[in-house]
């Protein structure tokens, strides 16, 4: 091995945040490293701050200008946060992708809708791939989706155990137990680096078990009389098993809501998953039924706009109406930045009469990432050398690392995206920063955050547009003006309407040159709106010479 070899870490996304999780790592001398990408996820746009970008991507442009010697993209889990970036992003790579049954299912749906051929190799639960200088096994540890796994990846210089989302759940209800056997062998073998989830880690004890919400809501349901929906990750498989068994134990037939309900069900199915899944009824046929005889499952519990949901709270959903006396249950918790969403859905429901209960009133969730005493518990099985906390916003990252000193692992990292650690050899150390950031999926287009679109939106949201559009003959003078003013009240737009007739009437094409009258006119339009107005529309002038 050559003694120029070095093993390193380069988180692109999901450092910093929750979401966009991409973490790379080489091996080889600097200047030829070979890389393995472990995830490839998206965060979602907000109208606040993205208005019009539905997805938001990691930048990776450093790998893509090395894709050469890219050897492949391995996913821990099927959450749009881990691959929902794959079929946008791999026409820059155009490297293997592996992952378990479900999560290639998923995958090969993403690559299928956005017309990229590209294959997706299947690897068995439990299973292992070797890529270059990286032997990687896939560990079965439990979190809110079928299929999770740890990854221990082997390389020359050293063990590293990737844990992808995970918590350690005695009763996951689908699929296994966390493998702790496993886990612990890889401490006794001796864990170089644990590369974990930061997302609760200021959240004292445990994050409890799917078995005690199938409970819960098996009781809660048996006690609603008329219609029912539950809205819950889709993702979350048993959580729509235990939704469907406490439906089945009630008398009650199930309807699916929602594209993102009926794909991940059919491939939980077509992976050997939800074997007693009762058949289910489109939301047309739910419709017919007694209000005491159905249960909808339903997407939209984080208040998108156009998921299920909040068209049956709008009243707009072609099949499914709730009215006076049903029920909405939140099988799931509030993320950040959703909030004022969600309380808007709440408050939609509550006035068409419909009884809303969520996490904050009934045991009806709980979180699929490990809470203190799991992550500690981990640690314990692991002991590695370094802890490098991810997924997280920052105040978890150090509050991860504080933790990890605190049971006594030497070095605790606190990466940041674009940051290059090495690992080994030597001490863990930061060594470079590399270009990284976020790409919007606008539409069907992909743009660099930095082009400045969604700032121009959010302009124009504030205080509208105002485009002037000026013919002016072949003597230079004005021959004809249009002013079109969006989102601002009448009277502003009779203010600039004033002010350009009377910039027009004082121009004299002999001393002012066209550019400049464009600009004049641009200002004084801007003014006047402002003065009539106390805002600065985003003002445009087009000047067209004949």
């Not at 350690?168 to 864990?191: C, F, N, S």
């Not at 000026?470 to 737009?493: T, W």
Request: aromatic share 4%; with cysteine.
């Amino acid at each position: 091995m050559s003694k120029s070899n070095e093993l390193v870490f380069l988180p692109l996304g999901g450092s910093g945040e929750i979401g966009m999780n991409f973490n790379a790592y080489g091996f080889g001398p600097p200047n030829r490293r070979q890389w393995i990408v472990v995830d490839c996820g998206v965060t979602f746009g907000r109208e606040t701050d993205s208005p019009g970008v539905d997805l938001i991507l990691p930048d990776i442009r450093y790998l893509a200008e090395r894709r050469e010697d890219v050897l492949g993209i391995v996913a821990t889990h099927a959450h749009e946060d881990h691959i929902g970036a794959i079929a946008h992003l791999w026409p820059m790579l155009k490297c293997p992708i592996y992952a378990t049954p479900f999560t290639a299912r998923l995958i090969e749906g993403k690559l299928a809708e956005a017309g990229v051929s590209a294959r997706v190799q299947e690897v068995s639960l439990g299973g292992s791939l070797t890529l270059g200088p990286y032997a990687i096994e896939f560990i079965s540890i439990t979190h809110s989706i079928p299929e999770p796994n740890l990854l221990a990846i082997r390389t020359p210089l050293g063990l590293i155990a990737h844990t992808g989302d995970w918590k350690l759940d005695p009763e996951p209800l689908l699929g296994a137990v966390t493998d702790a056997a496993a886990i612990k062998k890889l401490g006794d073998e001796g864990v170089l680096a644990l590369v974990c989830d930061s997302t609760n880690a200021l959240v004292p004890g445990h994050s409890g078990s799917e078995a005690q919400v199938r409970d819960s809501l098996v009781q809660l349901i048996g006690g609603l009389k008329r219609r029912i929906a539950v809205t819950a990750f889709a993702s979350n498989v048993a959580r729509l098993d235990s939704v469907a068994h406490a439906a089945k134990i009630h008398g009650r037939k199930l309807a699916l809501v929602g594209r993102s309900m009926h794909k991940i069900v059919q491939a939980a199915r077509a992976s050997g998953y939800l074997k007693d899944f009762p058949a289910v009824l489109d939301a047309a046929e739910a419709s017919e039924l007694p209000a005491g005889k159905v249960l909808y499952l339903v997407t939209g519990s984080q208040g998108e706009p156009r998921a299920a949901l909040s068209r049956i709270a709008r009243g707009n959903h072609p099949d499914v109406q709730l009215g006076k006396g049903d029920a909405v249950i939140f099988s799931s918790r509030v993320i950040p930045g959703n909030d004022l969403a969600i309380f808007e859905l709440h408050n939609k429901l509550s006035f068409l009469g419909v009884e809303v209960l969520t996490a904050e009133d009934h045991f009806v969730h709980v979180s699929g990432h490990p809470a203190r005493e799991e992550l500690a518990e981990m640690y314990r099985w692991t002991r590695p050398r370094i802890a490098v906390p991810v997924h997280g916003e920052l105040r978890h990252m150090a509050e991860h690392a504080r933790l990890a000193k605190s049971l006594q692992v030497p070095e605790a990292l606190v990466p940041a995206n674009g940051q290059l650690y090495r690992l080994a050899p030597g001490p863990a150390e930061l060594i470079d920063e590399v270009p990284s950031g976020r790409i919007h999926m606008d539409g069907r287009v992909l743009v660099a955050e930095g082009e400045g679109l969604a700032k121009a939106r959010r302009a124009m949201a504030y205080a509208g547009l105002i485009s002037i559009t000026l013919v002016l003959d072949s003597k230079g003078r004005p021959a004809a003006a249009a002013i079109l003013a969006e989102g601002m009240p009448e009277p502003v737009r009779e203010a600039v309407q004033v002010v350009v007739d009377e910039a027009l009437r004082r121009y004299n094409p002999k001393s002012t040159d066209s550019e400049a009258l464009r600009e004049a006119l641009r200002r004084a339009a801007r003014r006047a709106a402002q003065d009539a107005w106390g805002k600065k529309p985003v003002t445009r002038v087009t000047v067209v010479e004949l």
